[in-house]
């Protein structure tokens, strides 16, 4: 059983680096296959199809995203420093020039299964709801300064990580993710 569960997020890991590079729809199973050494058909033993396959990715980033938020949540009550780390966790896959999971899924929006693009909205959402929370906290405290909504804010953020991942990635360079970082820190002191 251990060993089904140690193949079954072999096969993630896997799948979320092609999603990465190629996207949704740029691998099948015998690319995973080949990558990590089985035959298509374990494959379909742990995800029958690829709408389970893509279901179980956005369901593992939003626990890992979840995890990661409530680290920063315990680890900081500064405000400002929350969404530093916020931001570097969106750094992350820019040093290897790709895009975190969701930027790609989001690209091949069209052709995801309703259930698929249900759980990246819930992965948004997730998203949204945690800088909301840290912006209208850091403003009643005193550690953030910005106009108008904290809802508007966390939007301007998200597509402002988002869009810097993919600028760095379009030409090579991680240091246009990074200005665009300092940029969302500098808006709010």
Sequence with gaps: MNNNKNTAELILDTAQ????????????YAHIAE????????IHYHFPNKEDLG????????????IKVDQIDNETQD??????????????????????????????????????REKLAAFFT????????VLEQGRSEGQLRFEGSAQTQAHKILTSLQGAQLLARTFRDANRFNLIGEGVISAFT
């Design 17 to 28: 680096r092609l999603v990465q590079e190629v996207g949704f729809n740029g691998f099948s």
């Design 35 to 42: 990558k990590v050494g089985i035959r298509t058909a374990s």
């Design 55 to 66: 279901e179980a990715l956005i369901a593992r980033y939003q626990r890992e995203f979840v």
């Design 79 to 116: 405000n400002l420093e929350k969404i530093r780390r916020y931001i570097n966790i969106f750094s992350i896959p820019v040093d290897t020039y790709c895009t975190c999971l969701s930027v790609m899924l989001s690209s091949d929006l069209a052709t995801l299964t309703e259930k698929v």
């Design 126 to 133: 997730a998203n949204l709801e945690w800088l909301e929370r």
